[in-house]
C-alpha cells in the first residue's frame, strides 16, 4: 500500500479535529517498516500542516531509533532540532539513542557532551548511557578513555555490569595490554560479578593473536577441567580461537589434537572450524590432506562453502598444482556451486605464474563468460605476463578488454606498459608516455599509438593516474643501463620537483652505474646525497662502492668499506669478497686472497665459481701450481664437479706448461661427461704431439670419440702429422677417415651425445683422480685450505 500512502495522508487530513494521532501513527509504521525517509517526510507533513501540535516523545523515538539504525545523521540532528524547538523533554531513552547516533558517526567527543548535559535536563543517565558511550571507545581503539567513563558510571552510584566489562576487557586485549585486562577481571570479582565465557574468549584471542599459544592452552584446559573454579566451559568460539591460534603460529600436530577432539562433539566442529583447519593446512602447504579434508566435510554433512573451496585453490595456484586445481573446480561445480571471481582470480594467477599465458587468456575468457568480472589487480597481473613473453599484441588486446569492460587502468597499469617497453628496447617510448601522465593519466598510453587508442576517453580522473616512485624507478635504471646517466639525472631532478623524492634503490642505481665507469667522485657524491635524506648504505650500496674501488685497485678504501660493513652489522656477501679477492690477485696478493676465501668459509658464506677461479688463475700465473690445486680441492668440495672449474684449471696448466696435468683432468672431465666446449683441447694435443707425447694424444682423441663427442675436427690434424712423420700410414688414415666422417655430420656443437654427467669411476691412480675422489664438507675445505697457506712458494707440481 505505500503507493497509497500520500492518497491516506490526505484523507486524514480532512478530518483536522481527529487526524493527529493516526497521522503519528502512520509515521510510526513507516519507520517500524525501515522507511525512515519516508518516516520523515510524513513527519515533516505533519509539523506544517499542525504546528501548534507537537509530536509525543514516542514518535521522535522511533524516528530517531531508525535514523540512528540507518546511519541517517542530518535526521538524527533535524529531529533533536525540532524536538527542543516543540518543547518535547526527551527521555533517556532518546538521549541514549543520541549518544549511540553520535558514536557510530564518530563523535565521540560530542556524545559526551550529551552525556553530562542529560542532568541539566532533568534526565539522570542509567548504565545503557554508559554503556553506549564505553562500547564507542571501545570500538575506536580508544579503551583507555573508556575506562575513564567507568569511573565516572560509578560516581553516579551505577555498577557496571558484565557486558560493559566484558567490551572493556576485550578491548583491552586486542590493544595487547593484557595487564589492564586482568585488573578488569579482578573488578568484575569485586562487584560481584563472575566472569563468562566471553570474557575467558576475549583473553584466549589476545594471546592467540599475539602468539602466545602456552598461555592460551593453559586457560583453555583450565576452562576444560577446572570445575572447582567455577570457571565457564568452552564454547565453539573458543575451540575455533584455538584453532586458528595454533594455525596461524604453524603448531598443526597441536592443531590437528585439537580437530580430533572437536570432532568427537557434534555440536564444535563447524564449517567455520573446517575452514580454519583448510587454511592452516594450506599455508603449511600440506595440500594433499587440506584436499582429504575438504572431501571429508562433504562426507560428514557440513557441505563445503564458496570460501572452503577457494582456500584450497588458492593453494594449489600458489603451490603450482594447476592441473589439481582444475579437478577442485570440477568438483565444486559437481556439488552446485559456481565458480567466483577469487575462484578464477587464483587460477589466472597460477598460470601467470607459470608463464602459461594462453591458459591464462583462456581463463580469463572464461572468467568474464561466466560473469565473473575480474578485478583491475588480476588484470594487471596478466597484462604483466603478457609482456614479459612478449606477447605485445596479445597485451594490447587486454588493454582493449579491460577498457570495453569499463576497468579504470591505473598508475599499475601504466607502470606494466612501461617496463614492457622497456624491455622490448623502447626506452623512449616509455618516457614519453611517462611524461604524458602527468597532464593526461593514463590517456598517455596513446603515445604507444597502438590499436588500443580508443582507451583515451580524457575523464575527470585521469590525472589521478600520475607516476610514481616506482614509474621513475624504472626509467633511471634503464637510462642508467644504456649508459644514459646525464638523462638519468634529469629525471631524477624532474621527479623531486613533482615532490616524488628517490628511495635507496634509486640512490644505488645511480651509485652502481658511476662505480661501473669509473666515476667513483660522482659516485660519493650521490652516496653523499643519499645519507643527508635519511638513508642508510646497504649491502647493495656497498657492493656498488666496492666493485668501483677494484677497478682502480684501491684496495686500502676497498678494506675500508669491509671494515665499516663489519661494525654497522652488514655481513659481505659473495659479491663482496668476490670483488675484493678479483682485485688482490690482480694486483699479485694472493696471500691476502686466500686469507679472505678462510673469511668466507669460517663465517658460512659459500664461494661461487667465480670465488676460485680467479684464484686458480692467479696462483698458476704466479707458478704455485700446488697451491691452485688444492684450491682447485676446495673449490670441488664447495661447489661440486662444475665444468667451469676443470675448464679454469684445464686451461692455466695448460697456459702454464703442465702438459700431462693438463691432459689427466681433461681426461678426467671426459669420463665425467662434462661439456668441453670452454677447454682448449686443440692446444693440448697439439702440445702432447709436440712433446712426443703422440700416446697420449691418440689415446685423448679416441676417447672423445668413444665418448661420443661432437667435436672440432680440426683436433685430429696434429695427431695425424705426428703419425705420418713416424711412418704409421694406417693408424693416420683411419684417424682421417673418422675426421672425413665428422666433418660431414655438420655443424660443430661440442657438446656431449649422451647424458649430461655421470659418476665417475675410480680407474687407476693419480693426483688429480685423488683429489676428484674425494668427499666433500667444509671440513675437507678447511684442511685444504691450511695446506695452500703453509705450502706456498715450493714451486711447480
Request: charged share 25%; hydrophobic share 40%; proline share 3%.
Amino acid at each position: 500500500m505505500y503507493s497509497q500512502i500520500d492518497t491516506l495522508h490526505q484523507h486524514l487530513l480532512l478530518h483536522k479535529e481527529s487526524a493527529i494521532p493516526p497521522l503519528f501513527s502512520l509515521v510510526r509504521i513507516l519507520a517500524k517498516s525501515g522507511l525512515v525517509d519516508e518516516a520523515i517526510s510524513q513527519f515533516q507533513s505533519t509539523r506544517k500542516e499542525f504546528p501548534d501540535n507537537p509530536p509525543p516523545i514516542y514518535v521522535y523515538n522511533v524516528l530517531l531509533e531508525s535514523s540512528v539504525r540507518d546511519n541517517k545523521d542530518n535526521w538524527i540532528l533535524l529531529l533533536y532540532k525540532d524536538m527542543f524547538v516543540s518543547g518535547v523533554s526527551p527521555e533517556v531513552y532518546t538521549f541514549n539513542l543520541l549518544i549511540r547516533g553520535l558514536c557510530d558517526s564518530g563523535h565521540l567527543e560530542d556524545a559526551r557532551k550529551v552525556l553530562d548535559k542529560m542532568s541539566e535536563r532533568g534526565c539522570k543517565p542509567n548504565e545503557f548511557s554508559f554503556g553506549i558511550l564505553i562500547r564507542g571507545y571501545c570500538r575506536t581503539g580508544l579503551a583507555t578513555e573508556g575506562l575513564v567513563i567507568l569511573d565516572e558510571m560509578r560516581r553516579y552510584g551505577l555498577v557496571p555490569n558484565k557486558v560493559v566489562y566484558n567490551t572493556l576487557i576485550s578491548s583491552f586485549c586486542k590493544e595487547g595490554k593484557d595487564v589492564e585486562a586482568e585488573k578488569l577481571v579482578e573488578m568484575m570479582s569485586k562487584d560481584c560479578l563472575v566472569p563468562d565465557v566471553v570474557t575467558f574468549n576475549s583473553r584466549i584471542a589476545s594471546l592467540c593473536k599475539a602468539g602466545k599459544m602456552l598461555e592460551a592452552s593453559r586457560i583453555f584446559r583450565d576452562m576444560q577441567i577446572d570445575n572447582a573454579l567455577g570457571l565457564p566451559r568452552p564454547n565453539i568460539v573458543t575451540f575455533n580461537q584455538m584453532l586458528e591460534g595454533f594455525c596461524r603460529t604453524g603448531m598443526l600436530e597441536e592443531a590437528e589434537n585439537l580437530v580430533d577432539t572437536m570432532k568427537k562433539s557434534d555440536c564444535l566442529m563447524s564449517l567455520e572450524s573446517y575452514n580454519i583447519w583448510l587454511m592452516g593446512l594450506v599455508k603449511k602447504g600440506k595440500l594433499l590432506e587440506a584436499q582429504i579434508v575438504l572431501k571429508e566435510t562433504l562426507e560428514k554433512g557440513n557441505e563445503p562453502d564458496i570460501y572452503s573451496y577457494n582456500i584450497v585453490i588458492d593453494g594449489l595456484c600458489k603451490n603450482n598444482m594447476l592441473s589439481d586445481a582444475k579437478k577442485m573446480i570440477n568438483l565444486m561445480k559437481n556439488c552446485g556451486i559456481q565458480p567466483d571471481t577469487i575462484t578464477y582470480s587464483s587460477l589466472l594467477h597460477g598460470y601467470c605464474k607459470r608463464g602459461i599465458v594462453a591458459a591464462a587468456n583462456t581463463t580469463l575468457n572464461e572468467m568474464m563468460n561466466a560473469g565473473c568480472f575480474p578485478n583491475i589487480y588480476s588484470c594487471n597481473i596478466l597484462l604483466h605476463s603478457l609482456w614479459n613473453e612478449g606477447k605485445t599484441s596479445e597485451a594490447e588486446s587486454l588493454l582493449q578488454k579491460m577498457n570495453e569492460k569499463g576497468y579504470d587502468l591505473d598508475t599499475v597499469t601504466c607502470n606494466i606498459v612501461i617496463r614492457g617497453l622497456c624491455r622490448s628496447g623502447k626506452l623512449d617510448n616509455a618516457i614519453e608516455i611517462v611524461d604524458g601522465m602527468w597532464n593526461r593519466g593514463k590517456a598517455a598510453l596513446g603515445d604507444l599509438g597502438n590499436k588500443y587508442i580508443s582507451l583515451l576517453n580524457a575523464g575527470s580522473d585521469e590525472k589521478k593516474c600520475c607516476p610514481d616512485i616506482i614509474t621513475y624507478s624504472m626509467i633511471i635504471k634503464e637510462l642508467c643501463e644504456a649508459g644514459r646517466l646525464e638523462d638519468a639525472k634529469n629525471k631524477l631532478i624532474e621527479m623531486v620537483g613533482k615532490n616524488l623524492y628517490p628511495d635507496s634503490i634509486i640512490y644505488n642505481t645511480f651509485i652502481r652505474s658511476y662505480c661501473k665507469v669509473g666515476k667513483m667522485s660522482s659516485a660519493f657524491r650521490v652516496l653523499k646525497d643519499m645519507e643527508k635524506r635519511g638513508l642508510d648504505k646497504n649491502l647493495q650500496t656497498y657492493n656498488s662502492l666496492i666493485m668501483g674501488l677494484g677497478l682502480k685497485n684501491q684496495i686500502f678504501e676497498m678494506y675500508g668499506l669491509l671494515n665499516e660493513m663489519r661494525e654497522r652489522g652488514i655481513a659481505p656477501s659473495v659479491f663482496t669478497y668476490n670483488s675484493i679477492i678479483g682485485c688482490l690477485c690482480d694486483v699479485g696478493q694472493t696471500n691476502n686472497a686466500m686469507s679472505l676465501l678462510n673469511e668466507m668459509l669460517q663465517n658460512r658464506v659459500a664461494p661461487n665459481i667465480n670465488s676460485f677461479g680467479v684464484l686458480i688463475k692467479a696462483f698458476c700465473r704466479e707458478g704455485e701450481f700446488r697451491a691452485a690445486q688444492e684450491v682447485f680441492e676446495i673449490a670441488l668440495s664447495t661447489c661440486g664437479h662444475k665444468e667451469a672449474l676443470y675448464s679454469a684449471m684445464f686451461n692455466e696448466l695448460l697456459l702454464g706448461g703442465e702438459i700431462m696435468e693438463a691432459c689427466e683432468l681433461f681426461e678426467i672431465a671426459l669420463d665425467l661427461c662434462l661439456y668441453i666446449g670452454n677447454f682448449n683441447y686443440n692446444d693440448l694435443l697439439d702440445q702432447l704431439c709436440k712433446n712426443e707425447k703422440l700416446g697420449d694424444a691418440t689415446n685423448t682423441l679416441i676417447k672423445l670419440i668413444d665418448k661420443e663427442y661432437i667435436f672440432d675436427h680440426a683436433s685430429f690434424m696434429p695427431v695425424i702429422d705426428a703419425l705420418r712423420k713416424l711412418g704409421k700410414k694406417h693408424e693416420a688414415d683411419e684417424l682421417a677417415e673418422r675426421m672425413m666422417i665428422m666433418s660431414e655430420q655438420g655443424e660443430i656443437t661440442n657438446k656431449v651425445c649422451q647424458n649430461n654427467y655421470v659418476k665417475l669411476k675410480k680407474i687407476g691412480e693419480g693426483k688429480w683422480r685423488n683429489i676428484v675422489h674425494r668427499e666433500d664438507g667444509s671440513g675437507l675445505a678447511l684442511q685444504a685450505l691450511k695446506r695452500v697457506q703453509k705450502g706456498w712458494g715450493q714451486g711447480s707440481v
